[in-house]
C-alpha cells in the first residue's frame, strides 16, 4: 500500500467535547501549542546468567492531550469540570466525587484552525464542508487542575488535560481523518418525544463482513441486545447525539496487528 506523504498539522487549534449523549461543543480556541502525548510503562523479562532482557512487555500506556484554551464561556467551560454546573451567569463547581460518571468521561476533538471553524456553539461533523484531515479524535476522561491567572490586559487561560480512554473499539485515539469511513456506515438523524423511544438498526456495507457493532452508551442510549439497534429514550426534551461504531472483518494490513476495518457515526436525535 502506498504511503501517505502528506503532513498532520499541529498548531493553533480548537477544541470540542461532547459527554455521553450529548452533542459536540466547542470549547475555545487555544493559545500556544497543544500537545499531544503517548507514553509506555514496561516490563523486562529475564533469564538467568544473561544482561539484556530476552522480553520487554508493555504493561500500560497512557494518551494525553493538553490544551491551552483561552477566552471560552461560562456555558462552554461548564462541560470542562466534573460536577459542574452553570447557574444564570455563574459556573459553580461542585466535588468531582458526587458527579456521575456522564459528567468526566467523554469525547475530545482537536482541529487545526486552518481547516476552518465551527459555525456556532455546536460542532456537527456531518456537515459536508467539514475538513477532518488533521483531526484528533479520542475518548477522554478530563484530568489536571484548575490554575487561571488573571493579568492586566490579558486574556484567561484555563489550560485543561485529557487522558485518553479506549474507545467501543479499543482504540485510544485516532489522529488524521476519524470521520473518514473504510466502507459504508451511515450517520442518522433521529426524532422521537418524551418518553417513546427512538431505535435505528445498525447497517454496515461494502466491507468485509460479519460486521461487529458497538455504541458510546450513557445518557439514555444503549445497543438492544440483537447487537444491531441502537436505542434512545429521554424523560427531557432537547437534542442528544452518540457515537456508534462498525468493524468489519477483513484481514490485518499488517502482520501482528489487529484485524477489521473501523468506521464512525454520528447519531443525533431530537426530543419534543
Given at each position: 500500500m502506498a504511503?501517505?506523504?502528506?503532513?498532520?498539522?499541529?498548531?493553533?487549534?480548537?477544541l470540542?467535547?461532547?459527554?455521553?449523549?450529548?452533542?459536540?461543543?466547542?470549547?475555545?480556541?487555544?493559545?500556544?501549542?497543544v500537545?499531544?502525548?503517548?507514553t509506555t510503562?514496561?516490563s523486562?523479562m529475564f533469564?538467568d546468567?544473561?544482561?539484556?532482557?530476552?522480553r520487554?512487555?508493555i504493561?500500560?500506556?497512557?494518551?494525553?492531550?493538553t490544551?491551552?484554551?483561552?477566552?471560552?464561556?461560562i456555558?462552554?467551560f461548564?462541560?470542562?469540570?466534573p460536577?459542574?454546573?452553570?447557574v444564570?451567569n455563574?459556573?459553580?463547581i461542585?466535588?468531582a466525587s458526587?458527579?456521575?460518571?456522564?459528567?468526566s468521561?467523554?469525547?475530545?476533538?482537536i482541529?487545526?484552525?486552518d481547516?476552518?471553524n465551527p459555525?456556532?456553539d455546536?460542532?456537527?461533523?456531518t456537515?459536508p464542508?467539514?475538513?477532518d484531515?488533521?483531526?484528533?479524535l479520542?475518548?477522554?476522561?478530563?484530568?489536571?487542575?484548575?490554575?487561571?491567572?488573571y493579568?492586566?490586559?490579558?486574556m484567561?487561560h484555563?489550560?485543561l488535560?485529557?487522558?485518553?480512554?479506549?474507545d467501543?473499539?479499543?482504540?485510544?485515539?485516532?489522529i488524521?481523518?476519524?470521520w473518514?469511513?473504510?466502507?459504508a456506515?451511515a450517520?442518522y438523524d433521529?426524532?422521537?418525544?418524551?418518553?417513546s423511544?427512538?431505535s435505528?438498526?445498525?447497517t454496515?456495507t461494502g466491507?468485509?463482513?460479519?460486521?461487529?457493532?458497538?455504541?458510546?452508551?450513557?445518557r439514555?442510549?444503549?445497543?438492544l441486545?440483537?447487537?444491531?439497534?441502537?436505542?434512545?429514550e429521554s424523560a427531557?426534551?432537547g437534542t442528544?447525539?452518540?457515537?456508534?461504531?462498525?468493524?468489519?472483518?477483513?484481514?490485518?494490513?499488517?502482520?501482528?496487528?489487529?484485524?477489521?476495518?473501523?468506521?464512525?457515526?454520528?447519531v443525533e436525535?431530537t426530543?419534543?
Amino acid at each position: 500500500m502506498a504511503g501517505n506523504k502528506e503532513l498532520i498539522k499541529f498548531g493553533a487549534a480548537w477544541l470540542a467535547y461532547k459527554r455521553a449523549g450529548e452533542r459536540f461543543r466547542w470549547l475555545g480556541f487555544s493559545e500556544g501549542g497543544v500537545g499531544l502525548a503517548y507514553t509506555t510503562e514496561t516490563s523486562d523479562m529475564f533469564v538467568d546468567q544473561t544482561t539484556s532482557p530476552i522480553r520487554t512487555q508493555i504493561t500500560s500506556e497512557t494518551l494525553e492531550a493538553t490544551f491551552p484554551a483561552v477566552e471560552s464561556t461560562i456555558e462552554n467551560f461548564t462541560l470542562a469540570f466534573p460536577g459542574a454546573v452553570r447557574v444564570g451567569n455563574s459556573l459553580q463547581i461542585y466535588s468531582a466525587s458526587t458527579a456521575s460518571p456522564a459528567s468526566s468521561t467523554g469525547t475530545a476533538l482537536i482541529h487545526p484552525v486552518d481547516r476552518g471553524n465551527p459555525a456556532g456553539d455546536f460542532f456537527d461533523p456531518t456537515d459536508p464542508t467539514y475538513d477532518d484531515a488533521d483531526d484528533i479524535l479520542f475518548d477522554a476522561t478530563l484530568i489536571g487542575s484548575l490554575d487561571i491567572t488573571y493579568e492586566r490586559e490579558g486574556m484567561l487561560h484555563i489550560p485543561l488535560t485529557f487522558r485518553g480512554t479506549p474507545d467501543p473499539m479499543g482504540r485510544l485515539g485516532v489522529i488524521g481523518s476519524p470521520w473518514a469511513k473504510p466502507f459504508a456506515f451511515a450517520d442518522y438523524d433521529l426524532s422521537t418525544t418524551v418518553g417513546s423511544a427512538a431505535s435505528q438498526a445498525l447497517t454496515a456495507t461494502g466491507g468485509t463482513s460479519p460486521y461487529t457493532y458497538a455504541a458510546a452508551q450513557g445518557r439514555g442510549f444503549k445497543l438492544l441486545p440483537d447487537g444491531v439497534t441502537l436505542s434512545f429514550e429521554s424523560a427531557t426534551p432537547g437534542t442528544y447525539a452518540t457515537l456508534v461504531y462498525a468493524r468489519d472483518s477483513s484481514p490485518p494490513e499488517t502482520e501482528g496487528a489487529q484485524g477489521g476495518k473501523v468506521a464512525l457515526a454520528y447519531v443525533e436525535v431530537t426530543v419534543s
